[in-house]
């Protein structure tokens, strides 16, 4: 989707991702975050990226996408979980479309999504009831309504429709599960940031309460510079490409129109110019969120994990606040234990090669 398509799409489901619309998901979030932990526990082990992948994408699904809790059950959880990773692991491969290759399963495993979105859109426009004013609704509602009664209106086509919620939730469940499991991963390293987010959980409790409400994440400082901190260090998306629509000049280069390109977003963000100045214990290369409570880190700087521009993510706030909900259900009342030595692939998002398994207790 380009030009004028793009930007159209963009425009009819931002409304689902304003600030105002993210905290009216806040209660629901926190429902599904303390409900997996406790699963976790329950079962002592689990596997670190499959919890945290089953949990954004039943996130996604519900208050992302808009389908609701009755869509959703664990054969359908287990049997997308095997077509995302097909989809996953050959969407960027060789594009031989032949069976035996990568690719060609991942756009078998994408037809498959595909027409399981269909089913579940039809079934949602039957069930759609218009939301009360001013109320926060996920962006497939948004896209049904603006296009009700509109036949001809490209947006509403059956394949368009699809095609959003596939990218929504390709957006919007595997890099914030991810992000979640290297966070795991470094709040055991760091157990001194750890025991901050849990002081600081302690201190919001007693001025707030027990429920993880918007006051109460208004409220978590270090929890937000913590979650800057691994996007910071852990970028997500380490690339992302472009076609040149037309000749022009960068840094006294001449870009010839349909030229690809490839912004490397890790570099952008490893050589952050406010960083170099620091302390050693604050040096581009450490994990520190203090940082990020510094005047420096409190500048403008190249901090872009989630783009810039006309592309930029448009869930980036909802992302933000369903990895510090997780976070804080965390440091509250649970504990675990990973391998730290396991390594970590960077392609196509970094993630541990086996998955983290890891021990999980309440505290």
Partial sequence: MHGQQHLQARKMVAPSFAPKAALAYIPRTVELAESFCAEWADARTVQGFDGMKNFTFQVATELVVGFPKSFINKEMLARQKQLWGDWLDGFLALPINLPGFAFHKAMLARKALLAEYKANIIRLKDQTTKAAEGAAKPAMQCFVELTEGKPDDYMSSMDVLTDVTFNLLFAGHDTTAAT????????????????????????????????????????????????????????????????????????????????????????VVEEDPRWTTMAPELAASKFNPDRWLSDEGRKAGSWIPFGSGPRMCLGYVFAMQEIKIMMAVLARGYDWQVDLTEPIKSFPIPTPIRGMPMTFSRI
């Fill in 180 to 267: 979640l499991t290297l966070m795991l991963r470094y709040l055991k390293q760091e157990p001194a940031v750890l025991q901050k987010l849990r002081d600081e959980q302690k201190q919001v409790i007693a001025e707030h309460g027990k429920e993880i409400n918007s006051t109460a994440c208004a409220s978590m400082p270090y929890a937000d510079a913590t979650v800057k901190e691994i996007l910071r260090i852990e970028t997500i998306v380490g690339e992302v490409y472009r076609r040149a629509l037309k000749t022009f000049e960068c840094a006294g280069y001449t870009i010839p129109k349909g030229y690809k390109m490839a912004l490397e977003m890790f570099r």
